[in-house]
């Protein structure tokens, strides 16, 4: 305290009384002083300008940068549009390459049981429609919120529950596909997901349900939805139309034995 | 009169020309005024008590810009450069605030 109350105290510069008693005066210099003063009001100015200058200049940065994710963004989605047509194209010539003998026809049925499962076709059907989402009091605990781990163990237990095609917020998913955090989001396959979480399983009606519901997945769910209030919805849907995943690609191939 | 002229004109000079401050110097800006505001009315509380003189406020002036930006430099070389900046403009601003009350009562009598 006593360093603020010397301040307080001695608040002009002590110098001034000093030479004030010896009395040296001198009127020239004046012209010094006029500098002094024009630096200060510069001083002033140029922080002023650029303090109001910097305010737009961050918000033109941060609404470009935006843009450009959501350029970037359009563009992955018709680059997934085209890998879509080109997929179908690949299947066409591939069934014209086979041609049309017993060995092609039992490779073809092999390909279209395994294309579903894999998640490189489309598939529609019957199955559950599950809704989660953070708790309302998320802003205020982190841990009120979904995590990815929350969505992994979500659609494990799906798959263990019999499901045999999964999308989340419209992604299918492969098992080449990572569900992870990402800063505030999660992703999956690397597209970040905006709340709440849909996730579309198809499998049969009759067992997915409660299969689910009775596995360790459905344990976890149970206690998050009770213990942190998250949401957690579950519904059997008749129809359920999912896309295939466009991130499936050919990593090995192999001269058919003829 | 000289030094109020200068102020403005100065102002003016900034408005117009807007010289661009080097990019390492600009954090020690708002601090370099706050030490400027502080030997401005400390000179003006001097000057109305009559014992103002042009050395010790040139100097005074300098030497508080100086030393301020050079306690934030240093306090950011070691990381807690925005505590100290903190610490400068709360002690030069109680000196600005006892010198500005000095200054009220000694031209109002209030």
Known sequence: MDLLNQIIRQPIDPDYALTAAV??????????????????????????????????????????LISRIQAAEREQDQLRGRVTSLTEEIATLRAAALGDDDVARSVESEISTLDPVVGNAAVSGPGVLMVVD????ASEDARDRVLDIDLQVLTNGLWEAGAEAISINGHRLS???????????????????????????IG??????????????????????????????????????????????????????? | MIPLVGLLAGIVIGIVLEPSIPQILQPYLPIAIVAAMDALFGAFRAYLEGIFTDRVFIVSFISNVLIASAIVYVGDQIGVGSQLATGVVVVLGIRIFTNAAAIRRALFHA
């Open chain 1, 175 to 201: 098992n080449l596909t990572a569900i992870r955090s990402a800063g505030d989001a999660i992703t999956v396959d690397y597209r970040s997901l905006t709340r709440p979480y849909r996730v579309e399983a």
């Open chain 1, 134 to 137: 953070d708790s309302p009091s």
């Open chain 1, 204 to 258: 049969d009606v009759r067992t997915l349900q409660a299969r689910f519901v009775e596995s360790s997945a459905g344990a976890w769910w149970n206690d998050l939805a009770q213990n942190r209030q998250m949401r957690y919805e579950i519904s059997d849907v008749k129809q359920l139309d999912l896309a295939a995943d466009p991130g499936i690609v050919l990593r090995h191939a192999g001269r058919a034995a003829s």
């Open chain 1, 23 to 64: 009395g040296s005066q001198e009127p020239r210099g004046r012209w010094k002083l006029g500098v002094l003063a024009m630096i200060i009001g510069a001083l002033f100015a140029v922080a002023a300008l650029q303090t109001t200058r910097a305010a737009p200049a961050q918000q033109s940065e941060r609404s470009e």
